[in-house]
Each structure stands twice: as structure tokens, then as C-alpha cells.
């Protein structure tokens, strides 16, 4: 994300939090095919959230101002986690390996945020270099839709975790 700081151009969105923030061109993202459930959304800026220590980004549509998805790298929380993708998913964005994207969860935080999950099984995809994404489904059984991030609310009162 550092190396996207460095545009010329600079322009100010309002994020679906009421915030206004300044991006660059850098900041944008397209989301090609848009993200599942939101076709025709393909414009989205990629912004840090939450303050400078947190590893949460905003990915703010820029078709429906309404419309943004909190994201995180999952291997803050899942360190070995590389989705099952097919090598067709990965050449789709000009890149001849996933170790060249950037790999982002969509995170889905409840009242009670110990019950936050990402989704592992649906990751957003960029390359970088392009600043073109696409949403893919991993092919492991183990990628679920919601992976818990601080371990199951479940197992931890049950002093399974």
C-alpha cells in the first residue's frame, strides 16, 4: 500500500462512513466483473481504516458512494493462508503467481466484534502493478465465508480454543 502514496493527482471521495478522504489515482482499484452479489460495481479506492495501526482497509466504491467493504490481509490472522486458485484465475490478471498480488478478506464485523470474520473462501485478488483486482473463490475446503479472526467465540467458551 506504500507505494501507492505516491501519485501526482489528488482528488477528495466521501467513503460510505460519512469521512472525507483524499486518494490518488493510485488509491483506485478495478474490480473487474465488480465483487460477487454487486455486479456493475467495478471502481473502488483502497484506503486505510481505522488509524495507523490498524490492518484494516477500506475498499470504497466509487459507482455507489453507499457502498464499502472493510478488508484485510488474512495472514495476520491465518499466516500459511494462500488461496486455491486456478492458474487461468491468476493469468486473468497478468500476474504469473499469487505470491505477486496483493490478497484481501472481506471482513464482516458484528455488534460483538470478538465475532468478527473474513471471508476466506471469496478473496479480492490485485496486481499491483495494474491496480486491477478481481474477486475469486478458492477451491480449499478449508477457505470458509466466515473464518473467525480472533479464533471461534464458540471454542473459546468452551476452553476448546
Known amino acids: 500500500m506504500d507505494n501507492w502514496e505516491n501519485a501526482e493527482q489528488k482528488r477528495t471521495i466521501r467513503t460510505k462512513t460519512g469521512r472525507d478522504v483524499e486518494i490518488t489515482e493510485k488509491n483506485i482499484i ?26 484494516f482497509l477500506l475498499l470504497q466504491s466509487l459507482d455507489e458512494p453507499d457502498l464499502a467493504f472493510i478488508t484485510i490481509d ?5 499466516a500459511d493462508y494462500v488461496p486455491d486458485l ?3 484465475d491468476i493469468a486473468s490478471l497478468g500476474i504469473p503467481d499469487i505470491a505477486q498480488a496483493v490478497v484481501l478478506a472481506i471482513v464482516v464485523i458484528p455488534d460483538d466484534p470478538r465475532r468478527m470474520t473474513a471471508n476466506l473462501q471469496g478473496p479480492v485478488i490485485i496486481n499491483v502493478a495494474t491496480r486491477t ?16 479472526i480472533l479464533g ?3 471454542a473459546a467458551l468452551t476452553g476448546n480454543a
Open 30 to 55: 478495478l474490480v473487474k466483473d465488480g465483487l460477487l452479489g454487486f455486479d456493475g460495481l467495478e471502481n473502488y479506492a483502497l484506503i486505510p481504516h481505522g488509524g495507523d495501526d490498524s490492518p
Open 74 to 78: 488474512p495472514r495476520l490472522f491465518a
Open 86 to 88: 486456478s492458474a487461468e
Open 133 to 148: 483486482g478481481r474477486q475469486m473463490i478458492s477451491r480449499s475446503v478449508n477457505h470458509k465465508v466466515r473464518h473467525y
Open 152 to 154: 471461534d467465540p464458540a
